[in-house]
């Protein structure tokens, strides 16, 4: 569990990023419409959660740093006890600044006047406000028909003389590096997972439905997790459903002969386990499979063996291109080394956290590609090759802590080992 001790040290370090005479504003967001008078689920933006711990719609933050003053100022919503019969409590007064450890926390109604008494050069209730940081990420609403970019716009509208800059980067640049409580969560998370893939292994049989997994995965995930739910849609694919990178329409019959794909996590927290096994449904490999499975095992145990602070994700991925095409070339699955590409074509690692994807810069942006990995920093390493014409789909995906010399495996307590699972399929 994240203490309001760490969310206040991760603000200081933000507030030590902005410049001088600078406020930044940010938003959990809203509830999203589906249709008619129903709503998404709630989703709170992770860079807010992460400097306050807050986890419910139409909640804000200020933090100040102007004139050598520091101010934080939390908003959530008021207590309504007619809309609490109909959908649950919300947070106190008391109860957020518990959590976050933001001593002055004030109803959302506020908001919109002390963004005024501190923005407005006549009142300049902290000074001359030069900059302004909002989260400009595309999507981000504080209200149905307003997102985090309109809200920009019109406070540039009513303040010209302030310049506006995206608190994206300065808040992921924090996110990329964990820790200790961020880890055990993440450790949490992969250990909740573990269960459900054995419980899956377990469970699975020829004439099962690839939903039927899903769902099993699902329940066991919330026992074990406390109902923190999934880190991402659970993808099972059995046969050739394997060879589609995210498959999600889960509506097929797994037979034997077929190698079920498993991505899959739970989370804790929302900090996001994120794994992949490929597994026999009969509980053997035939001998194709097994030496397929093997090369994508291999080169797994490679991108681990390499991952160390100073090294990038692009380089892996380079090492793994390499790994993957002289393979397939020695075996005589290719007939020229850069046809790998038509077996492996995806990336072999991103950033994981608060996000499957951990967030840096920008979520499509190849920058995160590019940044020297540091202790404390966790990225997948998934190597997968996906063979159509064979109908053999296989990925290994594991969870890595960079740490001062190298990495430790998160999910090596997760078999992956083909005489492993044989045998464990064997005493299922």
């Known amino acids: ?78 207590y309504e006890p007619i809309k609490e019969k109909w959908y649950g409590k919300r947070l106190t007064l008391n109860e957020a600044a518990t959590i976050s450890g933001v001593a002055n926390t004030q109803v959302n109604t506020a908001l919109n006047a002390k963004v005024m008494a501190i923005l407005d050069p006549v009142l300049s209730q902290y000074g001359d406000i030069e900059n302004v940081y909002i989260d400009m990420e595309p999507e981000i609403k504080i209200a149905q028909e307003k997102s985090t970019l309109m809200y920009k716009n019109e ?101 034997d002969g077929d190698l079920l794909l498993l991505d899959l996590g739970s989370r804790d927290g929302y900090y996001c386990a994120d794994v992949s096994r490929t597994i026999p449904v009969s509980g053997k490999f035939t001998p194709l499979q097994k030496d397929i499975y093997n090369i994508v095992l291999g080169c797994n145990k490679m991108v681990a063996s390499i991952a160390k602070p100073g090294m990038t994700i692009e380089e892996l991925q380079q090492a793994t291109i390499q790994y993957l095409a002289d393979e397939c070339f020695a075996k005589g699955y290719i007939s020229k080394k850069e046809d790998i590409m038509n077996y492996y074509f995806h990336g072999v690692s991103h950033l994981i956290g608060l996000d499957t994807h951990d967030a840096y810069f920008a979520p499509n942006s190849r920058e995160s590609k590019k940044i020297k990995l540091e202790p404390g920093m966790v990225i997948s390493n998934e190597p997968g090759l996906y063979m159509d014409d064979k109908g053999i789909g296989i990925r290994i995906e594991d969870d890595l802590l960079i740490t001062e010399d190298g990495c430790e495996v998160l999910t090596a307590g997760i078999m992956k080992e083909v005489d492993e699972i044989e045998a464990y399929l064997s005493n299922k």
């Open 1 to 78: 569990m994240i203490t309001a001790n760490e969310y206040a040290s991760r603000r200081q370090r933000l507030i030590s990023m902005m410049l001088d005479n600078s406020v930044l504003i940010l938003f959990s967001g809203v509830e999203k419409k589906s249709s008619a008078d129903e709503f998404y689920p709630f989703e709170v933006n992770r860079n807010f959660y992460y400097l306050t711990g807050i986890d419910q719609p139409d909640s804000s933050l200020i933090l100040v740093n102007s004139d050598g003053e520091i101010k934080e100022f939390l908003f959530v919503s008021p």
């Open 155 to 255: 406070l540039a509208q009513q303040y010209q003389n302030i310049q506006f800059i995206d608190a994206y980067a300065p808040i992921t640049n924090l996110r990329l590096r964990k820790s200790q409580k961020e880890i055990d969560l993440l450790r949490s998370a992969i250990d909740a997972t573990k269960i459900g893939i054995y419980r899956i292994m377990g469970a699975m049989h020829d004439g099962a439905k690839e939903y039927e997994m899903a769902d099993l995965f699902l329940h066991v995930v919330n026992d074990e997790s406390g109902y923190q739910g999934l880190s991402f849609p659970t993808i099972v694919a059995a046969g050739k459903n394997a060879t589609c990178l995210h498959y999600t329409t889960l509506k097929d019959t797994m037979h």
